[in-house]
């Protein structure tokens, strides 16, 4: 348990560290991601001792306080892992995240689906391992029994399906930037909202 007051001290020294908008540590207990990290330490723990059922509870109570947080008790968090704003974070069972990983808002660790997962040996991993000093851009999914080496960027938006080599970047094609429609492009994209519309596809 002292391993896990140390880690929770330094989840808290991190945020101040890489969020510009914090100040101080008293500033940072309100950061929205503190509250998934700190429980999923004592969860984890719970969990790793039998604790499956306490351990579920812990996490889902979690999720509803932050906002959709969703970090498996059985994942594996690294020290100084950090969450920036946090929604809609998905980190699966057997999730390994290494040390000063960066992971923003969106992202996901998960699996494969159950369709492919269900045929896996007992007790194979599923889910991706990300090494040390890891940053996961906004949106970005990681799915599968893939390892992300140290120091690697994945941009935001960008899938990953396979291995990702140390310090390499992984980035989504940018949105392109499209000239003015024409009088006849509008004219047709007028016609085919009046069709949505009034066949109630809202």
């Known amino acids: 348990m002292r391993t896990v007051i140390t880690r929770m001290r330094e989840d808290l020294a991190v945020i101040v560290a890489r969020d510009p908008s914090i100040r101080t540590r008293a500033e940072a207990l309100l950061h929205p991601a503190l509250p998934a990290v700190w429980t999923h330490r004592v969860a984890h723990v719970l969990f790793t001792r039998g604790h499956r059922q306490t351990a579920r509870l812990l ?69 991706p391992v990300v090494g040390d000093r890891v940053v996961l851009g906004t949106n970005a999914i990681v799915l599968g029994p893939v390892t992300v080496g140290h120091d690697a960027l994945i941009g935001a938006g960008a899938l990953v399906l396979g291995d990702v080599p140390p310090k390499a970047r992984v980035m989504a094609p940018a949105a392109e930037i499209v000239s003015r429609p024409s009088a006849a492009d509008r004219e047709d994209a007028d016609q085919l909202l009046r069709a949505l519309a009034t066949s109630g596809c809202w």
């Open 59 to 127: 996490a889902y109570l979690a999720r509803a306080f932050t906002g959709g947080i969703e970090i498996h008790p059985g994942a594996r968090l690294g020290r100084r892992v950090f969450i920036d704003h946090g929604a809609a974070v998905v980190i699966g069972e057997t999730a390994e995240v290494g040390d000063d990983v960066t992971i923003f808002h969106q992202v996901t660790l998960g699996a494969v689906g159950w369709w492919k997962d269900g045929r896996r040996e007992p007790g194979a991993r599923r889910h």
